[in-house]
């Protein structure tokens, strides 16, 4: 395959993966790489699968095209090619978490100046060195770093790489409990994405809403938190990105439990009422206490579902099924059925509780 045909071959994968027809654009890019005999066509299609797979979150795929894309620059001899595939390098062990080789890598991209490329890439450069910083809770480098990528971001009007950082300060502002500006910064991120993110990947805008859904349960805006959440899981769910997912569901496992906490709190709260008011015999108050200490039951779902009795009143044993419903062991012996009484699902192996 020539240096014409091998051009045809990564555009024609593009418009695929443009049209969200990822899988077609893999294979098309897959073959330019075996069969085109260009070494700056290799070069670019490396790329190409190097940020689909990054969008995807299958980082060790993202790390095994980095390597080769790595030889190809060398091959090549120029030094524009070897620091973007030293900056691809970089980007996939970030995302696998090798941060110290993250920011090994990244210095390497930095002592290779001189070149028009080079410098232009250098925002990227301090981006994944802040996130690996970041990673290794470094919060004084990350931060300088954010810094520097983003003073780049604005003097090369670089919007997409300004939304990256926005996001990275998102997480580093929340991890150092600053929620409000652990929200400003997605937020920023997020009008970015709507005012010049038309042609950008949809990676952009389900990253600034899943910081966003993080800062917003930590600030207490559980309803807020969830449109973002569900917004971030709808994306990745759409590109397949199973990272993504994994922390859409611990979000969405957080902003239940502190749904739950409140709840709990009330549930405990009206059956102490109902201890008191029972011991000086108020009937009135009694009743009332009795009745919403079984309305949080029923809206927690903490009642077992064949006997109907509510559960953490007493002492039980309590066994989980595979999806999630639990009850009272002593039910699930006496029916000894292997199928979930709510949801008829088969339940194998269940846990205990």
């Known amino acids: 395959m020539g240096q014409d045909q091998t051009k045809q071959q990564i555009e024609k994968g593009l418009h695929l993966y443009q049209s969200n027809q990822t899988e077609k654009a893999l294979r098309v890019w897959m073959r330019v790489l075996e069969k085109s005999a260009d070494p700056a066509g290799r070069f670019r299609v490396l790329g190409c699968l190097i940020t689909a797979h ?3 979150g299958r980082y060790k ?36 978490c090798e941060f110290q080789k993250t920011i090994s890598y990244c210095k390497t991209c930095l002592n290779m100046q001189g070149t028009t490329v080079s410098l232009q890439l250098n925002g990227q450069v301090s981006l994944s060195m802040g996130n690996a910083f970041l990673g290794l ?8 770093c954010f810094e520097k990528a983003l003073r780049y971001a604005h003097n090369n009007d670089d919007k997409m790489l300004e939304c990256r950082v926005c996001c990275s300060l998102g997480n580093f502002y929340a991890q150092i409990k600053d929620y409000e500006k652990a929200l400003f910064f997605p937020c920023k991120a997020a009008e970015l994405v709507n005012d010049y993110g038309k042609g950008w990947s949809l990676k952009y805008r389900a990253m600034s809403q899943y910081h966003m859904a993080v800062a917003y349960r930590k600030l207490g805006r559980l309803a807020d938190a969830m ?9 990745a769910l759409q590109h397949g990105d199973r990272p993504l997912q994994a922390l859409c569901l611990l979000c969405f496992a957080d902003i239940h439990r502190s749904r739950k906490d409140v709840q709990l709190g009330l549930l405990k709260l009206h059956c102490l009422c109902e201890r008191i008011y029972r011991t000086k015999g108020q009937q009135r108050e009694l009743r009332d206490h009795v009745v919403k200490f079984h309305e949080c039951v029923e809206e927690m779902e903490l009642y077992c579902g064949m006997c109907g009795e509510s ?20 039910c699930l012996q006496t029916n000894g059925t292997r199928g979930c009484p709510n949801c008829r699902r088969l339940s194998v192996k269940p846990g205990y509780v």
């Open 54 to 56: 990054a969008e995807m």
């Open 311 to 330: 559960i953490g009143e007493k002492n039980n044993q309590l066994q989980a099924l595979p999806c999630s419903h639990f009850f009272h062991l002593k």
């Open 227 to 235: 449109d973002c959440c569900e917004e971030s899981m709808k994306i």
């Open 137 to 144: 809770s470094i919060f004084q480098k990350a931060l300088e």
């Open 61 to 96: 795929d993202m790390l095994k095209f980095a390597v080769v894309q790595i030889d190809t620059a060398r091959e090549l001899e120029d030094p524009d090619y070897l620091t973007e595939s030293y900056l691809n390098l970089a980007r996939s062990n970030e995302k696998l």
